[in-house]
C-alpha cells in the first residue's frame, strides 16, 4: 500500500506505459526478497519470442502478485487483467491503472466484448496478456485448480495468439491459520508455449483441457520437492 504512492509518483510522466510495470516489477522484486520468499523460475526461454500471447496462471492467493511481479520483469510488456473492484482498491487500484492493468467488469454485458479488445491490443502492440483462467481464487489446498473459464482461451484465438501455461507451486511458506509468513521459496514454471492455429471455436473445449492438464501435472510436480524441504 505504501509502495503504491511511489508507484504513482514515477508514473505520472507517462500514464499506462508499458514501461510503469517493468520498473514497478523491478523494484518489487527487492521488497519481496524482504519477507524471506525465494522465487525460482524455471522455462524462461518460454516467454522470450517476441509477439502478442496470453499468459495463464494458476489462482491461489493475493500472494500471486509476487509471481506476477518476477514474470512481468522477465516479459517487459505485460498487461494483467483483473476484475474492476480492484480499481477502487485505493491508492493500489490507481497504481495499478498507471502500470497497465486491464480491469474487467465481469457483470457487464460488454465484458466479453472489454477481454477481446484487450486481446486486440496485445496483439497489435506484440503484449503478453495475463489471465487467471480459474476466474478466482483457489480455496482448495489439494495441489488442484478451478474449472478453466473460456475467455482467455477465446480471446488467443480470435487473435491468432499462443498460450503460454504458467504454474506457481503450493505457497508452503503460509500458514492458512494464521496468516502469516514463514521463510521458503515456491517454483513458477513456464511451459512451452501451446499454438492455436490448430484449434477453432468448435474444439475449444480441447484447447482448455490440455492447457488444464498440462498446468495440473505440473502443480503436483513442483509443489512436492517443495513441501519435502
Do not use: C
Not at 157 to 175: A, C, K, Q, R, T
Amino acid at each position: 500500500m505504501s509502495l503504491a504512492f511511489f508507484v504513482i509518483l514515477i508514473s505520472l510522466p507517462r500514464p499506462r506505459h508499458h514501461r510503469n510495470g517493468f520498473i514497478t516489477a523491478n523494484i518489487l522484486h527487492w521488497v519481496h526478497r524482504t519477507v524471506g520468499v525465494e522465487l525460482i523460475l524455471e522455462g524462461e526461454e518460454h516467454l522470450k519470442p517476441e509477439g502478442g500471447a496470453v499468459v495463464v496462471l494458476n489462482h491461489q492467493s493475493v500472494i500471486d502478485l509476487m509471481p506476477i511481479m518476477e514474470l512481468w520483469r522477465r516479459i517487459g510488456k505485460m498487461a494483467p487483467i483483473a476484475k474492476k473492484s480492484v480499481l477502487y482498491a485505493g491508492p493500489v487500484g490507481i497504481a495499478s491503472w498507471f502500470v497497465g492493468v486491464v480491469f474487467i467488469d465481469r457483470n457487464s454485458k460488454t465484458s466479453h466484448a472489454d477481454v477481446n479488445n484487450a486481446g486486440q491490443l496485445a496483439k497489435k502492440n506484440k503484449t503478453k496478456l495475463l489471465v487467471f483462467p480459474e476466474g478466482t481464487r483457489n480455496g482448495d489446498k489439494n495441489l488442484s485448480m478451478r474449472p478453466f473459464k473460456k475467455g482467455a482461451f477465446h480471446v488467443a484465438l480470435d487473435g491468432e495468439m499462443p498460450i503460454i501455461p504458467v504454474v506457481v507451486s503450493e505457497y508452503n511458506f503460509l500458514d492458512w491459520k494464521k496468516m502469516m509468513f514463514r521463510p521458503g521459496r515456491a517454483i513458477i514454471r513456464v511451459l512451452p508455449p501451446i499454438d492455436t492455429s490448430a484449434y477453432s471455436k468448435t474444439n475449444i473445449e480441447d484447447l482448455v483441457e490440455k492447457t488444464r492438464s498440462q498446468m495440473l501435472e505440473t502443480l503436483a510436480e513442483i509443489s512436492e520437492p517443495v513441501k519435502s524441504r
